[in-house]
């Protein structure tokens, strides 16, 4: 005898094997021994214990009655985050949450490697305080033929940052040159026949300011006044703007299920991507906006979140916890029940004005970086 699960194993398996994503297949049928054999993306393989795992469902309250044109963020998820999303312990990242020891706000942050087998995306927080003015800084990174990109930026982006030297006279100006002398950095350290690129979506708090550095389609978006503002547009190919940018380089823009600048990157802004460097520029778009009692709360996430969530429901679902640690984990809940087919990274930052001004710290005090806080939350 044949056992059926066995059997569903095997598909799974051989399907990984051709270069399919189980999670991408959707459902279908095979007939074995005059037997019908569902076979779904509930089956994944977990490199990191080479052994299939069953995912969880997760199930949440709808109110059809809405007549809204998105699916309502209300009701409760059934089933916990980290029993559904992190059953395999090794597909966590980081997920945790702190309050600024300088500035009045919280934040919380997520990042896990969902449906994809591997992890590509990384996040970097940091908060100082310069000259007597309290700066901080949160960035997600959303990896791109490989994780090193992403990584890099990680590791060395905001520190390149910080210590430009205009970076307090002049930020603007600090952030672009950054951002290229970054990139080009990173092309000069890689291996020649290795190809990495990644988004970098970064806030810079600085004072009363607040900067948002874009390049690529990871997404910023504030709650201020009661209203959702977007501080970063994704940077696609078939952008008006972008496409014109592109042929005028001698590129190419073309559509192949979506659309690709030289029908292979989907979007026309990154680090690295060193084979479409002409076209592909890290050059950030930056917004600016001024901190004050009328801003909120603050979403960052790579593309994870936004493939399945509008802006508006982001900031909605965001608005209704208190704790920003408990909105990323919602917004990851949600994300992953939506059919969010990638990694997911996220962070919220929630301000506190009605708080009295912070102790002044000495200019010499440490960074606060998100690889050194991350803890489990539960």
Same mark, same amino acid.
């Given at each position: 005898?044949?056992?059926?699960?066995?059997?569903?194993?095997?598909?799974?398996?051989?399907?990984?094997?051709?270069?399919?994503?189980?999670?991408?297949?959707?459902?279908?049928?095979?007939?074995?021994?005059?037997?019908?054999?569902?076979?779904?993306?509930?089956?994944?393989?977990?490199?990191?214990?080479?052994?299939?795992?069953?995912?969880?469902?997760?199930?949440?309250?709808?109110?059809?009655?809405?007549?809204?044109?998105?699916?309502?963020?209300?009701?409760?998820?059934?089933?916990?985050?980290?029993?559904?999303?992190?059953? $395999?312990?090794?597909?966590?990242? +980081?997920?945790?949450?702190?309050?600024?020891?300088?500035?009045?706000?919280?934040?919380?942050?997520?990042?896990?490697?969902?449906?994809?087998?591997?992890?590509?995306?990384?996040?970097?927080?940091?908060?100082?305080?310069?000259?007597?003015?309290?700066?901080?800084?949160?960035?997600?990174?959303?990896?791109?033929?490989?994780?090193?990109?992403?990584?890099?930026?990680?590791?060395?982006?905001?520190?390149?940052?910080?210590?430009?030297?205009?970076?307090?006279?002049?930020?603007?100006?600090?952030?672009?040159?950054?951002?290229?002398?970054?990139?080009?950095?990173?092309?000069?350290?890689?291996?020649?026949?290795?190809?990495?690129?990644?988004?970098?979506?970064?806030?810079?708090?600085?004072?009363?300011?607040?900067?948002?550095?874009?390049?690529?389609?990871?997404?910023?978006?504030?709650?201020?006044?009661?209203?959702?503002?977007?501080?970063?547009?994704?940077?696609?190919?078939?952008?008006?703007?972008?496409?014109?940018?592109?042929?005028?380089?001698?590129?190419?823009?073309?559509?192949? +299920?979506?659309?690709?600048?030289?029908?292979?990157?989907?979007?026309?802004?990154?680090?690295?991507?060193?084979?479409?460097?002409?076209?592909?520029?890290?050059?950030?778009?930056?917004?600016?906006?001024?901190?004050?009692?009328?801003?909120?709360?603050?979403?960052?996430?790579?593309?994870?979140?936004?493939?399945?969530?509008?802006?508006?429901?982001?900031?909605?679902?965001?608005?209704?916890?208190?704790?920003?640690?408990?909105?990323?984990?919602?917004?990851?809940?949600?994300?992953?029940?939506?059919? /969010?087919?990638?990694?997911?990274?996220?962070?919220?930052?929630?301000?506190?004005?009605?708080?009295?001004?912070?102790?002044?710290?000495? /200019?010499?005090?440490?960074?606060?970086?998100?690889?050194? $806080?991350?803890?489990?939350?539960?």
């Amino acid at each position: 005898m044949v056992c059926i699960a066995s059997i569903r194993d095997f598909i799974v398996r051989a399907t990984t094997l051709r270069g399919f994503s189980p999670s991408k297949l959707g459902h279908f049928r095979v007939r074995v021994c005059g037997r019908d054999l569902d076979v779904g993306p509930a089956a994944y393989f977990s490199h990191s214990r080479r052994r299939f795992r069953t995912m969880p469902v997760i199930k949440m309250t709808v109110d059809s009655g809405t007549g809204s044109s998105h699916l309502p963020v209300t009701g409760p998820v059934q089933m916990p985050l980290r029993d559904a999303i992190f059953e $395999n312990e090794d597909a966590c990242y +980081g997920c945790g949450a702190s309050k600024s020891e300088y500035r009045r706000l919280s934040y919380g942050y997520l990042s896990f490697r969902g449906k994809r087998p591997t992890m590509e995306d990384f996040y970097d927080i940091k908060t100082r305080r310069i000259e007597g003015r309290t700066v901080s800084l949160f960035g997600v990174f959303d990896g791109h033929g490989g994780s090193r990109a992403a990584e890099y930026l990680k590791d060395n982006l905001f520190e390149n940052l910080l210590n430009h030297p205009k970076f307090m006279t002049d930020t603007k100006l600090a952030i672009r040159e950054t951002y290229r002398k970054t990139d080009s950095d990173f092309l000069s350290e890689l291996d020649v026949t290795r190809d990495d690129g990644s988004t970098a979506c970064a806030v810079i708090l600085v004072g009363d300011q607040l900067y948002v550095a874009n390049v690529g389609d990871s997404r910023a978006v504030i709650s201020k006044g009661g209203k959702e503002i977007p501080l970063s547009e994704d940077h696609k190919p078939n952008r008006s703007d972008e496409r014109k940018r592109i042929e005028d380089a001698g590129g190419i823009v073309i559509w192949t +299920g979506t659309w690709r600048v030289g029908g292979v990157l989907a979007m026309s802004r990154a680090f690295g991507n060193r084979m479409l460097k002409q076209f592909v520029a890290a050059e950030p778009d930056i917004k600016e906006e001024v901190i004050d009692d009328k801003l909120e709360l603050l979403v960052i996430a790579t593309d994870g979140i936004w493939d399945v969530l509008p802006n508006e429901d982001a900031i909605s679902l965001a608005r209704t916890e208190e704790e920003p640690k408990v909105a990323a984990r919602r917004l990851a809940e949600l994300a992953f029940s939506r059919g /969010s087919a990638d990694n997911i990274t996220c962070i919220v930052v929630r301000f506190h004005h009605d708080e009295t001004n912070d102790a002044v710290v000495p /200019s010499s005090s440490p960074s606060t970086s998100s690889t050194e $806080n991350d803890s489990w939350t539960s």
